[in-house]
């Protein structure tokens, strides 16, 4: 079971991973459809839209070696047609709700962009 929570300000995926941690969590990771449907309810309900939004995919280390920041396995995927594409070389986080499919874009990782963090109850 997780909890999650938004922070609105927009902030780089590093930043904003800090201030996670801070909170004893990490930038949210996905596990299936239903939980991916949840969060971004839980954007939509904050927001009253759907911006693009920071969750804790990373192939910092490794490029298109993703893995979830909380450390959890990085099985199920939601990434949009052409996906990622590590464009210009250094896309290495990633934002959801991209495009008109609301789909996973991994990008520039200083980008500020808002987030969800979640942690383990
Ligand atoms: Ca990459
Ligand atoms: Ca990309």
Redesign the pocket.
């Known amino acids: 079971m997780q909890e999650f929570g938004r922070a609105a300000k927009s902030e780089g995926s590093g930043l904003i991973e800090k201030k996670c941690l801070s909170l004893k969590g990490n930038l949210a990771s996905v596990h299936s459809i239903e939980e991916y449907e949840f969060i971004q309810k839980l954007i939509t309900q904050q927001s009253h839209g759907n911006p693009m939004t920071w969750i804790g995919g990373t192939?910092c280390q490794k490029?298109?070696i993703w893995f979830w920041s909380d450390g959890r396995p990085f099985f199920f995927t939601f990434w949009c047609a052409g996906e990622?594409n590590?464009a210009g070389g250094n896309?290495?986080c990633l934002r959801m709700n991209y495009g008109e499919h609301h789909c996973w874009d991994?990008f520039q990782c200083s980008h500020k962009l808002p987030s969800v963090c979640a942690r383990n109850l």
Do not use: H, L, Y
Request: proline fraction near 12%; hydrophobic fraction near 0%.
């Open positions: 192939d490029n298109n990622p590590n896309q290495g991994d």
